[in-house]
């Protein structure tokens, strides 16, 4: 910002026109009539003030300054933002930041709406909830996803969704513990873990932070890491499908991945958020592994479940038998958390969690999953004729297409440039991504053929 | 838990009946047959796992050991479940907690419902927004609440609450920072900031966390604090009107504490929670004072605005002019930390906040709280005819009664035994608090009718 834009924002500094609870009528002409003001006082800057701008003696958090760049997906809308501008009237397709683009089917919308209406009404208005949810959500939660695996109802903590509770999850282990992470991965991992001051600087040769464990998955170790290779970690964040390969963990990689973290005495944080798509007979939930419940949290959401990525809804799963060295239980302390920095989920999205676990919202939502699988079927199917090694797509929204010795950044850029489809450049997810690029399943079917007839063209 | 208790729920793990898209019917038959399971496999847990609880090798975080006690207002609620086990007929009234109970106007309610139904449909669809908020509702605050300040749409961040920024500041600043808090003050921002790393251990004798200032607020001072006693804080958490003393600063303080924050550097997190509650003309936000852009940040919500407790609403300014003592944008950090620890406030919920800044969501908005402060009219004037002196009230849903010389905790259990009203001990917002007991002006008019008799029959 310039000075003189500095000084112009300065100059209308003066008294409110917030509304006043004594005075009705004029308030509602404010709210009516912006140029109401003008005849307010004026509070001008002094010229010391416009010349050299204050600074405050708080220093920047250093863990803050270590973030390499924006966080990823904002950045690809800035670049898809930055195109539209280059080309106003290009016809731009977004299969990048794998955003949910169906309808939410109605008995999932009306159960919402009847939720919203009934705030109106003396008997149906709820003012705080429990911070972990409400009772029948956390219950059809713990009935349909983990029924026989020992899950309880308090175990369940209700959100407003995966990616905050990974943040929320950060904060509860600290600062003092070393994580590994898959590589590629979500990057709110790695980001959240940063900003908790648990890792080094960012070490620009290798492009990975110090103190971070980063374990490769790649085509030939068919996207499960050699656990043998990495020194101990506290925390294992491990994604399942994975976001961003597509690759979904076996049963016996999961038992591999449970006995790892026993002998090392590690947690596991395992994110499903994208199990519903899984088609083989591959773990719905790390919980289906023997011993899961005393090293593993899972975090889960109804973004990509119920195409709640605008409506926030989400799930952890703490298990009272995960202890900290010490012998305290982890769902103490994440409880505390939860009390202290969130205040539970919104209501009405709540309404809408509890009628997607009906019997018709559950077949509802699979229907939609099932658009989104055929949308994934024709994406993988275009990449393969065009000659192209393709990964994921059978278990997640995701396609993984592979690049061989070119760098995602570059290939993000020609098939925008070239197609206007925005797509995400693999290396955003880990270092072990590059050469990659993600190709996301979540669009109308219109758009999905489209750019795929794209592709072609300029592949071909 | 019990060993036996552990036992019986590792017993029944197994693998998971989460529904696998390939296999529709009987996905749906899993769902209405919660006893379909039983034949599925057991996997019983070992002898040696049932005798020792198995223990993981990471640390317990350290700055939750240091936390005392549970967060305030779950504690409150157990005490009042504890007390309902005790007294199963008893009608207990809850003026405790602070949580709102009337109705949301149909105005506001009816465009959620509106949100709701659009998301059924192709055009209303909408998946992620921008984690900063919606355009619109960022606007809408912008000219509602600060018209003529010189803050800009993009120097707000709408969220989820005013709570969960509090800890999103928090993350921001990180540990090495010193925060200075009002005592009492909402207890909130002293736990989040020993959760971050930011105090020493509490320290018993004084009921105070080493490395925070405590200022203290008082009938004597006038509720507002001697600056000239604090050593300098970087970070400044002030709450006007107060919660929980119902205090609300004047311009001339305001201005005061502006001036000590420029003078010594610091950053003031102002929040301004009950500002609609003001009566009088005390500044509704920090930026009515000049200068106050440069060092302070404003969180508010709707939750006391537009009984949004369960719906979740609120909103951060940030001004650009903010700066780290390196010259960094403030906002730029906040910016990060919102992207990657967060994923916006719910949609739905952000059409209800749109609503409720419409003219006719305004008044809605304004007769609600016109209720609520005739409800502390009524208990001001009970508890001023018992001859008790009585703060707040004026400028705030909170009344803030002395009780000198004895313990808030002893006068909470009074008033819940001898009358089952819930009430919150003063103690329990800081150790200034003592001998003081917050009553929350929240409630339908006949519960605050009937509590103020049961105060008349018990302290007359």
Redesign the interface.
């Known amino acids: ?1 310039s000075i003189t834009q ?1 000084l112009a ?14 005075n ?1 009528s004029s ?2 002409q ?3 009539l ?1 140029t109401k ?1 003008v005849s ?1 006082p004026k ?1 001008v800057a002094t010229p010391q ?1 416009a010349q050299t ?13 270590k ?1 390499q760049a ?2 990823l ?2 950045e690809i809308a800035r670049r898809r933002s930055a195109h539209l501008l280059k080309y106003p009237d290009a016809k731009v397709i977004s299969l990048g ?1 794998g ?8 008995v ?3 159960a ?3 939720r ?2 009934a ?4 008997e ?6 429990a ?1 972990q949810g409400e009772k029948p959500v956390r219950s059809a939660i713990a ?8 899950i ?1 109802i308090d175990d369940i903590f209700v959100s ?2 995966a ?2 509770d ?2 929320r999850l950060q ?7 070393k994580m590994a992470v898959q590589d590629p991965s979500y990057p ?1 991992y790695v ?2 873990s940063v ?3 648990q890792t080094g600087p960012y070490l620009k040769d290798v492009e990975k932070y110090g103190n971070i464990e980063y374990m490769r998955c790649n085509p030939e170790n068919g996207f499960f890491p050699d656990l043998s290779t990495i020194s101990r970690p ?2 294992v964040f491990f994604c399942s499908p994975n976001n961003p390969t597509g690759a979904a963990a076996t049963r016996e990689q999961l038992t591999q991945l449970v006995q790892y ?2 002998d ?4 596991i944080v395992y994110d499903s958020a994208y ?5 083989g ?1 591959n ?3 790390i ?2 592994i ?6 593993a949290i899972e975090t889960s959401s109804f973004s990509k479940y119920a ?1 709640f ?4 809804l989400g799930w952890t799963v703490v298990p ?9 239980p982890v769902a103490k ?1 994440f409880n ?2 939860v ?11 709540q309404a ?1 969690g509890l009628a997607c ?1 009906s ?1 018709e919202g ?2 509802a939502m ?1 229907e939609v ?2 658009f989104y ?1 055929e949308n994934t079927n024709i994406i993988v199917g275009t990449f393969e004729s065009l000659g192209f090694k393709v990964y994921g797509g059978k278990n997640a929204p995701y396609v993984w297409v592979h690049f061989p010795g070119r760098s995602s950044w570059d290939v993000f850029s020609e098939i925008l440039e070239k197609t206007h489809v925005v797509t995400t450049p693999g290396s955003g997810f880990g270092p072990g991504g590059e050469g990659f690029i993600r190709v996301s399943a ?1 669009g ?1 079917r219109e758009n999905i053929l489209e750019a795929c007839r794209r592709f072609k063209e300029l592949y071909r």
Chains 1, 2 share one sequence.
Request: proline share 5%; net charge neutral; aromatic share 10%.
């Open positions: 910002m500095k924002t300065s100059i209308s500094s003066s008294s409110s026109s917030f509304l006043a609870p004594s009705f308030r509602r404010n709210v009516s912006p003001s307010i509070c003030e701008a204050y600074k405050t003696r708080v220093s920047r958090n250093e863990n803050m300054a973030l924006g966080y997906f904002p930041i955003d949910t683009t169906e309808p939410i089917p109605e999932i919308t009306s919402m709406a009847k919203a209406h705030l109106s009404t003396i149906g208005y709820s003012g705080y909830g911070e009935s349909t996803f983990y029924s026989d695996l020992g309880e407003d969704g990616k905050c990974i943040s904060m509860l282990f600290g600062s003092n513990v709110a980001d959240s900003i908790m001051g506290d925390i973290a026993k090392n005495g590690s947690v199990a519903i798509y899984i088609s007979d773990p719905r939930s919980f289906e023997p011993g899961a419940k005393e090293v195409g990525t605008g409506v926030r009272k038998r995960l202890l900290f060295s010490g012998g305290f302390d505390r958390i009390c202290t920095t969130f205040n539970g989920a919104s209501n009405i999205s809408g676990l019997p559950l077949q699979q999953v099932g699988k979540f109308h």
